[in-house]
């Protein structure tokens, strides 16, 4: 039996924090070299000439990285039995897809990177295969999607906005700062405070770099990459699929599509670090959803960009705020206004 909101209330959540755990004890995930920076990070991704040319870096991860990831990775992944209770009803898929929607907004409109994006769904889903939350308080969806995408900015972004300001998009109810904190506390205790996740993009870099016979991938590879990874994370049918499946069948569909490599030439590379039969089934799925239908039922996925430029134009999910408010450290100091209160039409 999962645990439920009756169970323990927010305001008995207590935890002992300092600078080096907030997240994550240092020896929870693997760490690669110093100088490797991933192509889709910010610190790679904050771009030069006008944001048009990707800084790439040596993609490539050591043996022993990958395989640390490789092994971790399940414990960053929702309860095995979460789609089906989706398909089922036993939970509110309606009730996930609207999270999604509005995170996605959110991200649109503060422009934040790829991987707070993936963060933030996935923090979604794997709380909530775990933990059950009141049918009655659909408020507590909203709260915590506002805690899920608050928690990864703080991790992932360089400037963080306030969370009063994550919830000027489309928000039914407005939560005070300190209860958008204690949603956190609970989200983090929950998840056991795996919050520096593995993810696909863990594994898009150097799949890639692998295809491309140890080179450096067209930029296009990339960002298109980046596109599929945050479309998939949407869809259930993704949901069973480990990080490096997704990352495995990203790759090759991409750099098939945009460098005329033969399919099973890619598959065979890869499947030196993923299942070959894993990476043919997320293939399909892949293109059945996404470049034939372009969407899915039981999911909220749109049609991909069916060419670089669509990427380009697309890749960032962007529309900017005007001034919108940030900051680079704790909220604690917010001056909000009282939880729960109606959005304001403006």
Not at 227 to 237: D, M, R
Request: charged share 25%.
């Amino acid at each position: 039996m999962v645990p439920s909101f009756v169970d323990s209330s927010l305001s008995g959540l207590l935890c002992v924090e300092d600078n080096n755990s907030v997240f994550l004890d240092d020896s929870e995930i693997p760490r690669g070299k110093s100088s490797y920076v991933p192509s889709w990070h910010h610190q790679a991704n904050g771009l030069k000439d006008g944001g048009k040319e990707l800084l790439l870096s040596d993609m490539s991860l050591s043996l022993e990285l990958l395989n640390e990831l490789l092994e971790k990775q399940s414990q960053y992944m929702p309860r095995h039995d979460y789609a089906n209770r989706l398909r089922g009803g036993d939970l509110d898929i309606a009730a996930r897809n609207e999270a999604i929607d509005w995170i996605k907004k959110v991200h649109d409109h503060f422009c934040l990177g790829p991987l707070s994006a993936y963060l933030s769904v996935r923090y979604f889903d794997r709380f909530i295969s775990s933990y059950e939350l009141p049918k009655s308080k659909h408020w507590m969806t909203q709260l915590l999607a506002v805690a899920c995408v608050s928690l990864a900015a703080k991790l992932e972004e360089v400037k963080v906005p306030l969370s009063p300001d994550l919830q000027v998009v489309e928000s039914n109810c407005v939560f005070e700062a300190r209860t958008v904190r204690r949603m956190e506390l609970l989200v983090m205790n929950q998840l056991s405070w795996r919050m520096q996740a593995v993810t696909p993009f863990s594994f898009i870099d150097h799949f890639l770099w692998k295809i491309n016979g140890d080179k450096r991938p067209p930029e296009a590879s990339i960002l298109k990459s980046i596109q599929i990874i945050l479309k998939t994370v949407e869809a259930i049918e993704f949901l069973e699929f480990k990080p490096s499946d997704i990352a495995a069948a990203v790759a090759v569909s991409v750099e098939v599509e945009c460098r005329t490599v033969e399919p099973a030439k890619a598959i065979l590379i890869l499947s030196h670090y993923v299942e070959k039969e894993r990476i043919d089934e997320c293939m399909g799925l892949i293109h059945n959803l996404f470049v034939i239908t372009g969407s899915t039922q039981g999911a909220t996925v749109g049609a991909l960009p069916q060419s670089p430029i669509g990427v380009l134009d697309t890749s960032c999910w962007s529309y900017r705020s005007d001034e919108p408010t940030f900051i680079s450290g704790d909220d604690s100091s917010e001056d909000t206004p009282r939880a729960k209160r109606p959005k304001i039409n403006r």
